[in-house]
């Protein structure tokens, strides 16, 4: 077998898996360790690969760290009455910020991996099972023994609007800084990174840490207001943070009733090191930062059936806008909300019929002469 071949074959088992080892390269294609790093080092000078992880450059995934759960979903039946019993329907299906956002990241065809945690119990391995055959590379994900994976269970009325929710996530307390550094090929691999707050504060300061030194545009989606305690101060690093009203009230320690009231909160998230902000207010629509100051798109009209994952919808929306290259808030604030409603009109969490052409084919107003603009500016500078 020739050399030229020899390095093709290697090559091909790389672009199969990203992780493989040298030793396993080796075995597998009957040569010394030392002459597969010479092929590899040859790969490398002809830009086929990019390095570390042997990163393939057409191929580098949106790699989402955090919750990956059972979602219970318990839907009354009737007007709800506290304090009784209520008759409901319950479905299960599964969630997770981090897992949600994946998923829809995959049925719009990004290359995309999850690193979470799970328990030894059947959830665990079906959650697993799931992922993966939507087209996620769990490979990353820590086991845990002894626990039980990550459970979320939303109280519904008979409109399909939360009325409380209830999220057992304590497991996730084991993503931290040590374990991130074990998952460094895989996370080195990524081309965006997305991380929901789920994950401990220290975590989440180290992936700050990580993306500033590495120019890795990293987002951080919120998941509650409890939970806004897991964000640290310190935010140089951050390309995009996305949260809802609630959980920037919750930041700032303040009420946001006026457009200045919006405009000096995401100032301060900025000042902090945010590069971009997006807060999402439900029917309203979302206000984003831009280089002016702010502005808000509506949202369309939306027929509810269930609101649980549209505004982790609206999340992989903005992530897929970032990953196509654009750096376009409003283009992208408007395929979040487009997905949004297509999730909010759908009993599933992820909506299943999702692919890339329904976002592709959103055009960008700004490029459109003589079209309506599709926000209004609140506050500027």
Not at 82 to 94: I, K, W
Not at 157 to 163: C, F, N, R, T
Not at 338 to 367: G, H, K, R
Request: aromatic fraction near 4%.
């Amino acid at each position: 077998m020739t050399e030229l071949s020899k390095k093709d074959q290697l090559y091909e088992l790389i672009r199969a898996n990203p992780f493989i080892s040298q030793q396993d390269l080796a075995s597998v294609l009957g040569l010394s360790r030392s002459a597969v790093a010479g092929y590899i080092a040859g790969l490398i000078r002809d830009r086929r690969l990019l390095g570390r992880a042997y990163v393939l450059p057409d191929n580098r995934p949106i790699v989402c760290l955090g919750a990956a759960n059972l979602d219970r979903k318990l839907r009354s039946l009737a007007t709800l009455k506290m304090g009784t019993s209520n008759p409901a329907r319950q479905d299960e299906s599964f969630g997770g910020v981090a897992r949600n956002i994946a998923e829809n990241l995959a049925r719009l065809s990004a290359p995309v991996a999850l690193i979470t945690a799970i328990g030894d119990d059947s959830s665990g391995k079906a959650l697993l099972a799931h992922a993966e055959a939507t087209g996620i590379d769990t490979r990353a994900t820590l086991h845990l023994t002894g626990v039980c994976s990550g459970t979320y269970t939303a109280v519904l009325d008979d409109h399909g609007e939360m009325i409380l929710a209830l999220a057992d996530m304590a497991l996730y307390d084991a993503l931290t800084p040590a374990f991130l550094a074990t998952r460094q090929p895989q996370r080195a691999a990524g081309a965006l990174t997305v991380a929901d707050l789920n994950l401990p504060r220290d975590t989440l300061r180290a992936l700050l840490d990580d993306a500033a030194r590495d120019a890795v545009p990293l987002v951080l989606v919120a998941v509650s207001q409890p939970k806004m305690a897991n964000l640290p101060d310190d935010l140089h690093g951050l390309r995009l943070l996305i949260l809802n009203q609630g959980e920037l009230e919750t930041r700032i320690g303040a009420r946001l009733l006026t457009d200045a009231d919006f405009l000096a909160a995401c100032r301060s998230l900025q000042a902090k090191g945010a590069q971009d902000v997006i807060v999402t207010r439900g029917a309203t629509g979302v206000v984003y930062t831009t280089a002016d100051g702010i502005a808000q798109l509506d949202a369309p009209p939306a027929h509810i059936v269930d609101v649980t994952g549209a505004g982790d919808a609206f999340a992989a929306a903005v992530c897929w806008s970032l990953f196509q290259g654009s750096d376009d808030m409003t283009l992208a604030c408007r395929r979040g909300l487009q997905l949004s409603a297509m999730t909010l009109a759908s009993e599933e969490t992820v909506c299943p019929y999702l692919t890339a052409e329904v976002l592709a084919e959103i055009p960008n107003p700004d490029a459109l002469p003589g079209a309506q603009q599709p926000f209004n500016a609140l506050y500027q500078d």
